[in-house]
């Protein structure tokens, strides 16, 4: 057994044989890897190639690259890498970066990703709403004025859906529904427009039991498929702000 | 002085021409495979190694196409690797505008083009619809008629972001909306070498504005001629200079002791082209419906081809047939006139060798296409991986040498320096 080490190269050269000679140092020193450090704005050469340029020119140190994974296209980049691990004859790494700040969505152009995942939680107990740090919440409301109520409790950003079990064959905390698809459309309208509900979340065991239902609260009017690409703008969420943004410029 | 023939070294792609049967035949995604071939091309002093882009395993009869070669490496990632095994070699690279971003594309560019010392070079293509949309992000959202515009709006924004030299850019056009630094200063030669294989109305006049070269599929002597023509009367338009954009059609060759030999040699290598399996799959490309009940050694089928270029039975392969129905009734005469096989025909055909015969023959066939202005040059592509230039480097290229045709030693570092480029 011996103990392993590795070396984090984090120069911006765009000379080749600046690379080579740091990475040839560290082989003939026997370290057992390198990192490149990239970003995707950053000023300095692209790390996958970096690594590739001097592959072939080292016998046996590992070569990982940074490689952010946020705006590039995870065929490229996994294609990029996968050649990495055959022109190093299997030396290649990967250090997996994500992308949080616009101005390097900004780079890519207008197709911003949302930010960050939407984050949906369980708000089925008495707890308080306000504090959850999520952008959805599920809540199961016992009728209109329950409903009304538990949006009232809740920060006006974040989205409710109530949580509805129709038919009685899926086990679930929810409100269970048993009756026509009329009148679970009347309910859904009802608690929308009265108690304010932004959603719905329906518990089936097979989605085509929801066929009818869509169709009725289609014909109403109240419900129509998004052409919105990204889940935050289908559900009107804005996009997310990092939380480190202005920390890390301060 | 007569003109310097151009050379490039095709790395021996996905189609049947690549002979995968051979005992000779190596690994397609070995670098070892890339390294000889490139190292071959520049020990003959060839201009620039070619290497295609692969975006999704091809399917027919909504099956993986079995007889193509399965996997194909990122472009970039090669051609910088080779950037470490020769020195004055030009590194040429098919990569697509449609699913690439100018941003992320433009960075990787210029750092091989820094990396290698002015040795970069980008032949851009489009790939328009939905089944290699399916491997991306956005899915097939380029129309077939917004094609050229991407195309166009992509090299424009590359040479912006290029020429910002490192600094500050907000570029916004049809395609693009973009903003920010760029992180990587001009590269010794400026930009990387821009090719372009468009061929419709649209691609060449796109070409001349933008391109440094085409790499042309004008092979036929008289119809070369006229493309050439046609491609440097659009030049003055744009206030460029004939000499500026350098055409390149890619060809095939067989070698023999005689031109008899050579002939024959090329029959033989027809044949391995195209198995039985090959030839029947290749007739379903016109036929566009399964025709695995046929027997390739025998009659062409007395169906007729199905007219729906909306499904069609190859996916991932640009449409070849613009009028089936005529190329299906050729065929068929062609096939009763000669009593040919439905292998015999689909040899005849497709994939015929562009110059068959002893090397000098060869060499002087190449050196009378360029001396007529039928093409600059010539991107060769050999049937086998990766010893299939070896013949041409060892007995043609010396001829060409003798000619005064062909450089014997290279006289700059940079690929605008072997293309005689500003």
Known sequence: MTLNLGVALSGDSFAADDWIAQVRRADEAGIDFVTFEDTFGRHGPDAVLVASRVAPLTRHIGLIPVATTTHTEPFHLSTALAT?????????????????????????????????????????????????????????PADADDAARKVRKILPEKKVFADIRVGGRVPTGAA????TSIQLADLIQNWWIVAGVDGFRLRVSDVSDISQLVAELRRRGLFQPSGHRTLRDRLGLPVAVNRYQEAGRA | VPKQIILAAHFPGVNNTTVWSDPRAGSQIDFDSFEYLARTAERGKFDFFFLAEGLRLREQ??????????????????????????????????????????????????????????????????????????????????????????????????????????????IRNGQFDIKGRFGVPRSPRGHPIILQAGDSGGGRELAARHSDAIFSRHHQIDDARQFYRDIKDRLPAYGRREDSLKIIPGVSYVLGDSDADAQEKAHHIRRRQVSPQTAILLLEQLWNTDLSGYDAEGPLPDID???????????GRAGMYPDRLRTAAEWRARAEAKNLSI????????????????????????????????????????????????????????????????????????????????
């Open chain 1, 84 to 140: 990495l691990d055959w022109v190093s004859r299997g030396r290649a790494g990967w250090q997996v970066r994500v992308s949080g700040d616009p101005a390097e969505a900004a780079l890519l152009g207008r197709r911003a990703p949302q930010g960050q995942p939407v984050v949906a939680a369980l708000a089925h107990g008495p707890q308080v709403w306000d504090h959850l740090d999520a952008d959805v919440l599920f809540v199961t």
């Open chain 2, 305 to 315: 081809p199905v007219l729906d270029d909306d499904d069609t039975i190859i996916k």
């Open chain 1, 176 to 179: 269970t529904f048993n009756g």
């Open chain 2, 61 to 170: 009869r909504g099956l993986i196409h079995d007889l193509d070669v399965v996997g194909r490496p990122d472009t970039l990632t090669v051609l910088t690797a080779l950037a470490a095994v020769t020195t004055h070699l030009g590194l040429a690279g098919t990569l697509n505008a449609t699913y690439h971003e100018p941003y992320e594309l433009a960075r990787r560019l210029a750092t091989l083009d820094h990396l290698s010392g002015g040795r970069a070079a980008w032949n851009v293509v489009t790939s328009p619809g939905a089944f290699f949309g399916e491997n991306f992000r956005r899915g097939g959202f380029l129309d077939h008629a917004d094609r050229y515009v991407r195309l166009g709006e992509f090299i424009e924004t590359a040479r912006k972001l290029w020429d910002s030299d490192g600094g500050e850019f907000a």
């Open chain 2, 343 to 422: 292998r015999d025909l689909i040899i005849e055909v497709t994939g015929r060798q562009n110059f068959i015969g002893t090397a000098a023959r060869v060499a002087e066939q190449l050196n009378e296409y360029v001396q007529t202005d039928a093409c600059d040059g010539f991107i060769l592509v050999p049937h086998l991986t990766p010893a299939g230039l070896d013949d041409f480097v060892d007995q043609v290229v010396p001829l060409l040498q003798e000619r005064g045709v062909f450089r014997t030693e290279y006289s700059g570092t940079t690929l605008r320096d072997n293309l005689g480029l500003s």
